[in-house]
Structure formats: C-alpha cells, structure tokens
T-cell receptor, first 114, second 115 residues
Framework: GQQLNQSPQSMFIQEGEDVSMNCTSS?????WLWYKQDPGEGPVLLIA?????ELTSNGRLTAQFGITRKDSFLNISASIPSDVGIYFC??????????????FGKGITLSVRP | DAGVTQSPTHLIKTRGQQVTLRCSPK?????VSWYQQALGQGPQFIFQ???????QRGNFPDRFSGHQFPNYSSELNVNALLLGDSALYLC??????????????FGNGTRLTVT
C-alpha cells in the first residue's frame, strides 16, 4: 500500500539539540498528524494539523502543515532522553460525513545520546 | 478513563489456522479501525467499522474480516494464516460526529506470530 516518505530511517542526536524531520507525499491531504511509538506500545498522537500553512506547538514540539498539502515537518527542541522512539507522520484525506483512513510513513527512529 | 484496549497481547499460530483479535474502543468512541504494522514499517489500514458496518477497506484480501458489536467493540478475524501475516495488529478508535477529522487513538496492539 501507499506510504508517505520519511527519511532518514534513523537519526542520532545529542541531548539538548534540536531535531527536524519532514514527511512528503505525492498526494494531498487535508489533515496531517504526527505520532510517536515506543517499543511494545501503539502510536501516541503528538500533534494534529488541519489547515494548510498551520503551525502548531505542543510543548517542545512544533509541527507545520505544508502549503502544498503534500508535506509536513516536525521539530523537537532541546531534546531529552525520553524523546527516543519512532516518529511517524500520517496523512488523512477526509470529506465531511466520511471517515477516512490514515496513510503512514515508515517512521524515523530517533536516538538521543546523553 | 480507559483507552483503547486489545486482547490478547501476543499470539502464536500455525500456517493455515484462523485467528480472532479483539478490541474495546476508548470510552465515548464509536468508530473502530484496524491496522497491520509489519516490522520496520508504518501501520497499514485494514478496514474501519462504524454502526456495526464495514465503512472503508484497505488493500487486504478477503481472508481478513471483521465485526463491530452494539457496544462498539470489534473483532478482527484472519483465516488461512500465512507467514506474511506475522505483524503487530493495531486497533484505533475515534468519536464520529464531533469533527469529521477527529484524530485516532491507538491501542498497544496484538503481536501475531505465524509459524
């Protein structure tokens, strides 16, 4: 099935550093979401974006919905050890009255060195 | 407030067997979706249930079927298991009506191993 493009597959940063990750698609979406998954657990929603150009923050996390509706980025500032995990982007194309599936990227594994 | 709960957490089956996975949605949620996550991949959409009917289906064969009960809980059934069905099966729920794009909440999944 279709997957969004996330690269690189892994990122290694030093504690305290900022990190950015982006996600691209060949199709447009009207909702972009970022999830984090820890080992043995399901994905947990970090940020949801509903409007092209929207910039949203959640604590040290900031995400943007690209103007073209085909991309999004997530920024984590001042990283800490508990930021370790797999970060997935997901796109959703939904029309009113219809519930639509999520299309996920392959994920980026983030490692934080103390 | 319980989140999405799935059972069992782990399961080992043999090729050709059938399996049933169960999901209880988050309190107040009425729509349930199922996703398959292979190792090293993102989740792939299987299907979605609302008002006890399958509303949308991903690119999965008919061996994959489901059901939603009046209390909104759901089951995923897979027949004639193949080795390639080994994966983490995630259930997700949302509340329809408050916003057509209200986000999904995921359970911790059932790890299915087919030998």
């Amino acid at each position: 099935g279709q997957q969004l493009n996330q690269s690189p597959q892994s990122m290694f940063i030093q504690e305290g550093e900022d990190v950015s990750m982006n996600c691209t698609s060949s199709s447009i979406f009207n909702t972009w979401l970022w999830y984090k998954q820890d080992p043995g657990e399901g994905p947990v929603l970090l940020i949801a974006l509903y409007k092209a150009g929207e910039l949203t923050s959640n604590g040290r996390l900031t995400a943007q919905f690209g103007i073209t509706r085909k991309d999004s980025f997530l920024n984590i500032s001042a990283s800490i050890p508990s930021d370790v995990g797999i970060y997935f982007c997901a796109g959703q194309l939904t029309i009113p009255g219809a519930n639509s599936k999520l299309t996920f990227g392959k994920g980026i594994t983030l490692s934080v060195r103390p | 407030d319980a989140g999405v709960t799935q059972s069992p957490t782990h399961l080992i089956k043999t090729r050709g067997q059938q399996v049933t996975l169960r999901c209880s949605p988050k309190s107040g949620h009425d729509t349930v979706s199922w996703y398959q996550q292979a190792l090293g991949q993102g989740p792939q959409f299987i299907f979605q249930y609302y008002e006890e009917e399958e509303r949308q289906r991903g690119n999965f064969p008919d061996r994959f079927s489901g059901h939603q009960f009046p209390n909104y809980s759901s089951e995923l059934n897979v027949n004639a298991l193949l080795l390639g069905d080994s994966a983490l099966y995630l259930c997700a729920s949302r509340r329809t009506g408050i916003a057509y794009n209200s986000p999904l909440h995921f359970g911790n999944g059932t790890r299915l191993t087919v030998t």
